[in-house]
Each structure stands twice: as structure tokens, then as C-alpha cells.
């Protein structure tokens, strides 16, 4: 088998780069496609750990304004007690 012509090498040269080029762009194009993926599953993931964060801050509230409220239960009932031993 005879070598390529210089010709024929520069043409074999150009086809590969040729397509090279479009697998590079389709290598971006993936990639971009990728990311965008990967960034909309991040804001949806922050948007979800933003609603559980709201959630448990008002669950803690409640709980102290119930705490709150048995310890006032707990005072008056104190109080009872002790004006009933006097």
C-alpha cells in the first residue's frame, strides 16, 4: 500500500478536524444541556430546603408559645397550691 499523497493527507487532516469540530461542539452542547440540568435540580433543591426551614421555624414557634403556656399553667397551678397549704 502506497503512502498517502501529500494531497490526500492534507484532505484526511481537514475530514478529521472536520470531525473533531462537531464532536466538540456536540460534546459542548451535551454539557451545557448538563449543567443546565444540574443547576435547575440545585434551585429546586434550595426551594425545597427553604420550605422545610420555614416549616421546622414555625413547628419551633408553636412549640415555645405551648412551652409558654404550660409554664404560666404550671405557675398558676404553684400558686394555687400554695394558697391553699397557707
Do not use: C, W
Request: charged residues 35%.
Amino acid at each position: 500500500m502506497a503512502a498517502p499523497s501529500p494531497r490526500e493527507s492534507l484532505e484526511l487532516l481537514r475530514a478529521r478536524y472536520d470531525e473533531l469540530v462537531k464532536e466538540s461542539a456536540d460534546l459542548k452542547r451535551r454539557a451545557e444541556a448538563s449543567l443546565a440540568s444540574v443547576t435547575a435540580a440545585l434551585v429546586e433543591e434550595q426551594e425545597m430546603v427553604g420550605r422545610v426551614y420555614e416549616s421546622l421555624r414555625l413547628f419551633h414557634e408553636e412549640n415555645l408559645r405551648l412551652l409558654r403556656g404550660i409554664e404560666g399553667d404550671l405557675a398558676a397551678l404553684a400558686e394555687q397550691s400554695a394558697a391553699r397549704e397557707s
